[in-house]
């Protein structure tokens, strides 16, 4: 007899029962019809996948990954900011933005290249641009948005020290280019806050795939939650209003795109949001926006209502982008996330009168 690493998995074969006076039963089932109609000779089969296993691979990707997810909305929120400082002759808040912008997209590049291995991973990723894969437009987005953060960060930069870096000629260009470098950061910060969206929701994890639609409106709204909450807590109030108005929009937007995305999942789906860690965690980023968007907009111009808003529009930031990533990979760990709202949408078809196309059949 051979033995496998499967056998474990296999469900014990149930007892076969006697008959009256101590013969084995040949095993056939005894329905209780009546005779008037023919009845089931097996019953409605439940499908499994082989062994229990997974049915799809869940993603290689670690809490490096999701670290960037983060990161990048901080940045991208950050560059909008700066933006606003910049318009409204703010530069405290314009300063502390564009250094933020450059600060979260440095160090999400840095997890982002850990998980890639080897940085010459990431450039091989531009030798090309292909409009239909997320992660070769997310790579010339993440490469535009930085030019942009980086040129007006060093501006910020060579203003605080007075004028001390050694760039010589360089400086008349770095100070006419500043302006339009943060322009360009904050065109690109949308599309940066949203491709890592685009980018979960085209894979076949069924909780991700399941949200594609909704979830770039979650991701940006947790953009605005993070780069406020960043704000207030490094900007004095006087110069917060554009931060506290972010906030406030960034927490309606956040807590309506949760609700709406939920509501128009397969509920199979959507369980993961709700269950274990990942459920934990999106419940208490939650709670947290709604109290830091109430304490942006009745006491954000105390100074440490502020701070203790913004860490918790932060916090709360952080935890969308970890619960929705853990929420994936769990379901794509249990085969059942995925089985099930494939019958759901199999029966859903045949109910509307689809059933000569390639995923229904005419039964």
């Known amino acids: 007899m051979t033995l496998s690493e499967f056998d474990s998995f296999r469900p014990s074969e149930p007892a ?25 000779m097996v019953p409605e089969p439940e499908f499994t996948s082989y062994y ?28 909008f900011l700066g933006l606003g400082g910049q318009l409204t002759g703010r530069p405290v808040l314009r300063r502390n933005a564009r250094l933020g912008a450059l600060a979260a997209v440095g160090a999400g590049a840095v997890f982002l290249v850990k998980d890639l291995g080897r940085p010459e991973r990431f450039l091989h990723m531009l030798r090309t641009f292909k409009v239909t894969s997320p992660m070769s437009v997310g790579s010339w987005i993440l ?32 100070k006419a280019v500043e302006g339009p470098a ?14 890592t969206a685009v980018l979960l ?7 991700w795939n399941a949200a594609h639609e909704e979830l770039p409106f979650v991701f940006v709204s947790s953009a605005c939650l993070a780069s406020a909450g960043l704000a207030m807590v490094t900007t004095p109030v006087s110069e917060t209003g554009p931060a506290r108005n972010l906030a406030v929009l960034g927490v309606l937007g956040d807590v309506a795109a949760m609700k709406v995305m ?14 274990g860690k ?24 105390n100074r440490m209502v502020a701070a203790a ?55």
């Open 309 to 363: 808003s913004g860490l918790a529009l932060l916090t709360a930031s952080a935890l969308t982008r970890f619960g929705v990533f853990e929420a994936g990979l769990a379901s794509a760990r249990d085969p059942r996330y995925t089985i099930e709202p494939q019958k759901n949408r199999l029966a859903a078809r045949r109910a509307a009168g689809v059933t000569g196309d390639s995923i229904t059949t005419g039964s």
């Open 52 to 79: 229990g296993r997974p049915v799809v691979k869940p993603a290689p990707w670690g809490d490096d990954v999701a670290i960037y997810l983060f990161l990048g909305g901080v940045a991208a929120g950050s560059a």
């Open 201 to 207: 929701g085209d894979t076949a994890t069924p909780t």
């Open 16 to 40: 076969r029962r006697r008959r009256e006076g101590g013969k084995r039963g040949s095993g056939r089932r005894r329905d209780s019809g009546d005779g008037s109609r023919e009845m089931p």
């Open 182 to 195: 943060g322009i360009e950061a904050a065109v690109f910060a949308g599309p940066l806050a949203a491709y």
């Open 278 to 301: 990942a459920g934990t965690m999106l419940k208490w980023s939650e709670r947290l926006a709604v109290a830091g968007g109430l304490g942006a907009l009745l006491g954000g111009r």
């Open 262 to 275: 939920e509501h128009r999942m397969d509920p199979v789906a959507a369980e993961p949001l709700h269950q």
């Open 143 to 174: 490469s535009a948005f930085s030019a942009g953060a980086g040129v007006s960060a060093v501006a910020e930069i060579d203003r605080m020290s007075g004028n001390r870096l050694p760039l010589g000629p360089l400086r008349k260009v770095l």
